[in-house]
């Protein structure tokens, strides 16, 4: 089967900004949004939710860090799709909040090696998957949701955590947004990372001032730029500035 609309691809998207995220794509007609995620129970009950506001989004397992559910969920894209077009490296673990987290000498390697699995390794090895479909229709939108606390010019005065698995790892994918789109330059896929402030999830904690709501918007703005837009950039929240601000890494 395939589909004339776009296919928009969140990772990590049954909850969260993952989910206010696909919500919002969900509202173009021309974007058919997949929300994925490791547990099906929950990818359902996120469709369900999504249907009774009278939105068809799909569900389709993913988890970013199995070489296996990635090749899995690209075969069944291309049977039920034939396509993708927009992918949101959403998915991602904060072990922050660890004790031993507090100092790079007491970090332990292990947490900052499974970090980089989901937070860095999954952004890679998903935009590997799906590259070669988008560049099948000359087209692909690929926004990495990292962090202002990854901005290595930001980092000696920020007042952030210290958070080093965190932190190292949104470097990195910020690092792979920047490659990537010197890779593809040229190309009509546009790889941008932002950062979508301090909200209300699982990983901001309640405390934080922003909802994942306003949050999404930023992501929305990326993965649906025109022809010709920004290739290689990386943006704070939309709402902080009141439009797109470009971030120095
Ligand atoms: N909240 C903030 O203040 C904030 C600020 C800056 C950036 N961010 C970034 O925003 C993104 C979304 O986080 P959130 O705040 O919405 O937190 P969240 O509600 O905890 O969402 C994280 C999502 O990632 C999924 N995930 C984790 N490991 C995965 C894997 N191996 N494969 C597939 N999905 C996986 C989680 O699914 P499970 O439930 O299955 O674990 C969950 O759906 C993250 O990349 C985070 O770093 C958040």
Do not use: C
Request: charged share 20%.
């Amino acid at each position: 089967m395939s589909t004339e609309k776009r296919v928009a691809v969140i990772t990590g998207s049954y909850k969260g900004l993952g989910f206010e995220i696909a919500k919002k794509l969900a509202n173009f007609d021309n974007i058919q949004v997949i929300i994925t995620g490791r547990d099906t129970a929950k990818g359902l009950e996120a469709r369900e939710k999504l249907a009774q506001q009278g939105q068809e989004v799909d569900y389709i397992p993913l988890d970013v860090t199995d070489n296996q559910s990635v090749e899995e969920f690209v075969v069944a894209l291309r049977k039920q799709y034939g396509r993708a077009d927009i992918l949101v490296n959403n998915a991602g673990v904060n072990p922050g909040r660890e004790p031993e987290e507090s100092s790079l000498l007491t970090a332990k390697l292990d947490t900052v090696l499974s970090t980089f699995h989901v937070n860095t390794l999954g952004p890679l090895r998903v935009s590997q998957a799906l590259i070669p479909l988008m560049k099948e229709h000359n087209y692909g939108r690929i926004v990495n949701v990292s962090t202002e606390m990854a901005s290595l010019n930001f980092i000696s005065d920020d007042f952030y955590p210290l958070a080093p698995s965190y932190r190292l790892s949104k470097i990195a994918l910020n690092g792979l947004a920047a490659l990537l789109a010197k890779e593809l330059k040229g190309t009509n896929i546009l790889v941008n990372s932002y950062s979508p402030g301090w909200m209300k999830t699982d990983i901001g904690g309640e405390h934080a001032p922003l909802t994942a709501e306003e949050g999404a918007e930023t992501a929305v703005y990326l993965a649906t730029l025109p022809d010709g837009g920004s290739q290689g950039g990386f943006f704070a929240e939309i709402r902080k500035f009141g439009g797109p601000f470009p971030l120095p890494w």
